[in-house]
């Protein structure tokens, strides 16, 4: 059996077992133009320039410092596109030639595309770009405080950036700025095979990770980089490294697998005496689950780390980690969000190494004596009388250099993903994450980039308790046009502003629209967006503290019949007029606000008569837009009222009136003594200038129309006959006297026929 085919049966058996909700619907849904006109979306480009990869967020500044093709940028957070500076920062002419010499593309590739950007300190920011495959890097002054802001580089006060920036823009790097020192995972040749976890800056020496040893790095992809204390004592301070790469622990026979990984190093790590000498000592590394877990054992798995985000708490040692992933399987596609806990982080570091015995050289849990202090251990006085990692034993530093690996996985937190989305036309790209403070407790409001140029914004909403949580995908919003990827992700809290970067252009949003909700309390409520509140009068932005007697909010339950029980508005329902004729059709359009709204119909004759459900048959035809009735009879006429159901609650969305014209009105039927008639002159159909009348017309239009229709010598509609619901009962007149009223009616009184095509 082919590897393929043990492959495709093997994920198929995983996916069958567990397999993954259908996708989650927006509860809204709003397009490009619809935000650029009425939502605050806001967009910057510059010409001859792209990927806006490097987004560096200053709320003390006030500004956004952006790394593109070629150039940085300084924009204001209020409005990226008002008081742009720009510092213009190309590849030397030389390096774009030797770049082209080595068979790169000139006008893509030899070009410097800043990756990297960090706050260095009050005064200067720290960028590095490709530099047409000559890594540099570079302090850029960006004084705001003065009396004249200052945004400069120095073009000849540059240097080497290798180990910092990679040297293909393709490539990705991730790094972190801590103290005066800088931590990147990065490729550090020319043709991308040498990765490494690099320190550099700093007063302390360059240490990297093993080099050519897959047990360390296998081939990975770096995607996000942390700095998180271990406790009060700075020498126990750990750097968390993020990444995907090949599996080493793989199962035999199915080729490449890719992992997603957490590793760690700590800060004082200063390699080791005799051995590792310049490299790390306190390397570790395990897996990141993000499964849907099977019944029978077999998880479908979500192994392509994409983004990673780290929410601060209280707690500073203590963060919420929010990773998003997505699938190599060609069975299916999907993305999900999973949730890490440093505590479950510490607990996998501190559990079993990984170690490969055995007759087929298997994976397994590590059984004999770990040396002491025990490997990936920071030597401080928390953790023993070690002043140095040049300090540890041989024993030590062998067992780590042999065992970077830990056996036990990082779960997720309640053991599956927190959201995720399959079968849909998009990937999840970048995560950014706000905890708001709601008048129900804090929530966590994830918004997520995709590779089609949309936001996500979903909220993470406790289900029986704060231990189990349900995400509520509230918005999909289109941010690009043209469905460019979003490649970086930055949110401001203070400024309520979210930043977008891609290929082609940046863009700003606000993080909530409160008023798009609709106009009611029970819409308003129904949203459950903790940005958001009924105050009494309208949907609006919710302020802690802040004390109004008919503020309304309740994201956790999100009860308009406990809310909105005072909302004077309540039962008013909109009404319209609709005209039909007999053997016609006729559409009743009922759209509602949210697309997660479940559309039910009901019909009366009058509105003494009981409501009873409209029932869909093959000529009674639902739609996403609302009911189309084929071939309309008499029966059908009355009233038609549109129900929203949202999570549990109905609610009356338009009451529509529809009159049925019968269809001898309609042919304009006349006696055999019509002078048209015998003349061969056929008559104009009149019922669609009749129909025309879609609303019902201001008070007195209908009688200006009829009696013009009646100047015409075209009978009035007749007055509307006892009618049932669509499919039930006659209610037609007899055809008898139908015959009779319309052929032996006094010519008189009909007055001449008209001579007019009408």
Same mark, same amino acid.
């Given at each position: 059996?082919?590897?393929?085919?043990?492959? +495709?049966?093997?994920?198929?058996?995983?996916?069958?077992?567990? #397999?993954?909700?259908?996708?989650?619907?927006?509860?809204?849904?709003?397009?490009?133009?619809?935000?650029?006109?009425?939502?605050?979306?806001?967009?910057?480009?510059?010409?001859?320039?792209?990927?806006?990869?490097?987004?560096?967020?200053?709320?003390?500044?006030?500004?956004?410092?952006?790394?593109?093709?070629?150039?940085?940028?300084?924009?204001?957070?209020?409005?990226?596109?008002?008081?742009?500076?720009?510092?213009?920062?190309?590849? *030397?002419?030389?390096?774009?030639?030797?770049?082209?010499?080595?068979?790169?593309?000139?006008?893509?590739?030899?070009?410097?595309?800043?990756?990297?950007?960090?706050?260095?300190?009050?005064?200067?920011?720290?960028?590095?770009?490709?530099?047409?495959?000559?890594?540099?890097?570079?302090?850029?002054?960006?004084?705001?405080?003065?009396?004249?802001?200052?945004?400069?580089?120095?073009?000849?006060?540059?240097?080497?950036?290798?180990?910092?920036?990679?040297?293909?823009?393709?490539?990705?790097?991730?790094?972190?700025?801590?103290?005066?020192?800088?931590?990147?995972?990065?490729?550090?040749?020319? /043709?991308?095979?040498?990765? $490494?976890?690099?320190?550099?800056?700093?007063?302390?020496?360059?240490?990297?990770? %093993?080099?050519?040893?897959?047990?360390?790095?296998? %081939?990975?992809?770096? @995607?996000?980089?942390?700095?998180?204390?271990?406790?009060?004592?700075?020498?126990?301070?750990?750097?968390?490294?993020?990444?995907?790469?090949?599996?080493?622990?793989?199962?035999?026979?199915?080729?490449?697998?890719?992992?997603?990984?957490?590793?760690?190093?700590?800060?004082?790590?200063?390699?080791?005496?005799?051995?590792?000498? =310049?490299?790390?000592?306190?390397? +570790?590394?395990?897996?990141?689950?993000?499964?849907?877990?099977?019944?029978?054992?077999?998880?479908?798995?979500?192994? %392509?780390?994409?983004?990673?985000?780290?929410?601060? $708490? #209280?707690?500073?040692?203590?963060?919420?980690?929010?990773?998003?992933?997505?699938?190599?399987?060609?069975?299916?596609?999907?993305?999900?969000?999973?949730?890490?806990? /440093?505590?479950?982080?510490?607990?996998?570091?501190?559990?079993?190494?990984?170690?490969?015995?055995?007759?087929?050289?298997?994976?397994?849990?590590?059984?004999?004596?770990?040396?002491?202090?025990?490997?990936? $251990?920071?030597?401080?006085?928390?953790?023993?009388?070690?002043?140095?990692?040049?300090?540890? *034993?041989?024993?030590?530093?062998?067992?780590?250099?042999?065992?970077?690996? /830990?056996?036990?996985?990082?779960?997720?937190?309640?053991?599956?993903?927190?959201?995720?989305?399959?079968?849909?036309?998009?990937?999840?790209?970048?995560?950014? &994450?706000?905890?708001?403070?709601?008048?129900?407790?804090?929530?966590?409001?994830?918004?997520?980039?995709?590779?089609?140029?949309?936001?996500?914004?979903? &909220?993470?909403?406790?289900?029986?308790?704060?231990? #189990?949580?349900?995400?509520?995908?509230?918005?999909?919003?289109? @941010?690009?046009? =043209?469905?460019?990827?979003?490649?970086?992700?930055?949110?401001?809290?203070?400024?309520?502003?979210?930043?977008?970067?891609?290929?082609?252009?940046?863009?700003?949003?606000? +993080?909530?629209?409160?008023?798009?909700?609709?106009?009611?309390?029970?819409?308003?409520?129904?949203?459950?967006?903790?940005?958001?509140?009924?105050?009494?009068?309208?949907?609006?932005?919710?302020?802690?503290?802040?004390?109004?007697?008919?503020?309304?909010?309740?994201?956790?339950?999100?009860?308009?019949? &406990?809310?909105?029980?005072?909302?004077?508005?309540?039962?008013?329902? *909109?009404?319209?007029?609709?005209?039909? &004729?007999?053997?016609?059709?006729?559409?009743?359009?009922?759209?509602?606000?949210?697309?997660?709204?479940?559309?039910?119909?009901?019909?009366?004759?009058?509105?003494?008569?009981?409501?009873?459900?409209?029932? /869909?048959?093959?000529?009674?035809?639902?739609?996403? #837009?609302?009911?189309?009735?084929?071939?309309?009879?008499?029966?059908?006429?009355?009233?038609?009222?549109?129900?929203?159901?949202?999570?549990?609650?109905?609610?009356?969305?338009?009451?529509?009136?529809?009159?049925?014209?019968?269809?001898?009105?309609?042919?304009?039927?006349?006696?055999?003594?019509?002078?048209?008639?015998?003349?061969?002159?056929?008559?104009?159909?009149?019922?669609?200038?009749?129909?025309?009348?879609?609303?019902?017309?201001?008070?007195?239009?209908?009688?200006?129309?009829?009696?013009?229709?009646?100047?015409?010598?075209?009978?009035?509609?007749?007055?509307?006959?006892?009618?049932?619901?669509?499919?039930?009962?006659?209610?037609?007149?007899?055809?008898?006297?139908?015959?009779?009223? $319309?052929?032996?009616?006094?010519?008189?009184?009909?007055? *001449?026929?008209?001579?007019?095509?009408?």
């Amino acid at each position: 059996m082919s590897r393929t085919l043990l492959l +495709l049966l093997f994920l198929l058996r995983g996916l069958a077992a567990g #397999r993954p909700p259908t996708a989650a619907v927006p509860r809204l849904k709003l397009s490009f133009p619809e935000l650029r006109a009425r939502h605050g979306l806001r967009l910057f480009s510059l010409e001859h320039s792209c990927c806006y990869e490097a987004l560096l967020l200053d709320e003390e500044r006030g500004r956004l410092f952006v790394g593109a093709q070629n150039h940085l940028l300084s924009l204001a957070l209020d409005d990226i596109s008002q008081r742009d500076r720009k510092i213009y920062w190309p590849a *030397p002419v030389e390096w774009r030639e030797e770049c082209n010499w080595a068979g790169k593309d000139i006008t893509a590739e030899c070009m410097n595309f800043v990756k990297i950007l960090h706050p260095y300190n009050r005064t200067h920011l720290y960028a590095c770009g490709t530099g047409a495959f000559h890594p540099v890097c570079a302090f850029i002054e960006a004084d705001q405080h003065a009396e004249e802001p200052v945004f400069k580089l120095d073009p000849h006060d540059t240097e080497d950036g290798k180990g910092k920036s990679p040297y293909d823009p393709r490539h990705t790097a991730a790094s972190v700025l801590v103290g005066e020192e800088l931590y990147s995972g990065v490729a550090t040749d020319l /043709m991308g095979r040498d990765f $490494t976890i690099f320190r550099s800056l700093g007063r302390r020496p360059s240490i990297r990770t %093993e080099q050519h040893d897959s047990r360390w790095l296998n %081939e990975p992809k770096f @995607v996000a980089v942390f700095w998180v204390p271990e406790s009060e004592d700075p020498d126990d301070d750990k750097i968390y490294f993020f990444f995907r790469e090949t599996a080493v622990e793989r199962q035999q026979g199915l080729g490449k697998t890719s992992f997603a990984r957490i590793g760690q190093i700590c800060r004082n790590d200063m390699g080791g005496q005799r051995s590792l000498v =310049n490299k790390w000592t306190t390397f +570790l590394k395990a897996r990141l689950v993000c499964a849907v877990p099977g019944p029978d054992g077999a998880d479908t798995h979500f192994d %392509e780390l994409r983004d990673v985000f780290l929410l601060q $708490t #209280r707690d500073k040692r203590n963060p919420l980690i929010y990773a998003i992933f997505s699938t190599s399987s060609f069975v299916f596609q999907g993305s999900a969000v999973c949730v890490y806990t /440093m505590s479950d982080i510490r607990r996998a570091f501190l559990g079993p190494f990984a170690h490969k015995e055995g007759p087929n050289y298997q994976w397994v849990s590590y059984q004999g004596r770990v040396p002491y202090p025990r490997p990936g $251990t920071c030597p401080s006085k928390t953790f023993g009388t070690f002043g140095s990692t040049k300090d540890f *034993p041989d024993e030590v530093i062998q067992f780590a250099r042999h065992h970077p690996l /830990m056996y036990n996985p990082v779960l997720p937190h309640g053991q599956r993903p927190l959201f995720l989305q399959t079968a849909v036309p998009y990937t999840f790209t970048r995560i950014a &994450v706000d905890r708001v403070t709601a008048a129900d407790g804090h929530y966590d409001v994830l918004f997520i980039g995709t590779d089609v140029g949309t936001v996500l914004k979903v &909220v993470s909403v406790p289900k029986e308790s704060w231990h #189990r949580m349900e995400p509520l995908l509230l918005e999909e919003l289109q @941010v690009f046009q =043209n469905a460019s990827p979003i490649i970086s992700l930055q949110l401001s809290s203070k400024r309520h502003q979210l930043y977008a970067g891609s290929a082609t252009a940046l863009a700003q949003l606000p +993080l909530h629209r409160c008023g798009a909700y609709g106009k009611a309390c029970a819409e308003c409520c129904l949203a459950r967006d903790p940005y958001c509140a009924w105050d009494g009068n309208t949907c609006t932005r919710y302020v802690p503290n802040t004390k109004r007697r008919f503020r309304r909010q309740d994201i956790r339950n999100g009860d308009p019949n &406990v809310l909105c029980s005072e909302d004077p508005r309540r039962d008013t329902v *909109p009404q319209k007029q609709l005209y039909g &004729v007999e053997g016609s059709t006729v559409f009743l359009e009922c759209i509602p606000k949210s697309l997660q709204a479940h559309i039910l119909w009901t019909y009366q004759r009058t509105l003494r008569d009981p409501q009873r459900e409209v029932q /869909m048959d093959e000529r009674v035809v639902p739609t996403e #837009r609302g009911v189309l009735l084929r071939s309309v009879k008499r029966s059908d006429a009355g009233l038609y009222l549109c129900h929203a159901t949202e999570h549990g609650f109905t609610q009356p969305l338009l009451r529509l009136s529809l009159e049925v014209i019968g269809a001898w009105q309609a042919t304009g039927v006349a006696s055999a003594g019509d002078p048209q008639l015998a003349a061969g002159i056929p008559r104009k159909v009149w019922y669609r200038d009749f129909l025309q009348l879609v609303e019902r017309p201001p008070l007195g239009a209908t009688d200006k129309v009829c009696q013009r229709l009646w100047s015409q010598g075209r009978p009035p509609p007749p007055p509307r006959a006892p009618a049932g619901p669509p499919g039930r009962g006659q209610g037609e007149e007899p055809r008898r006297a139908r015959r009779r009223r $319309t052929h032996e009616g006094p010519r008189a009184e009909r007055g *001449p026929r008209s001579a007019s095509p009408w």
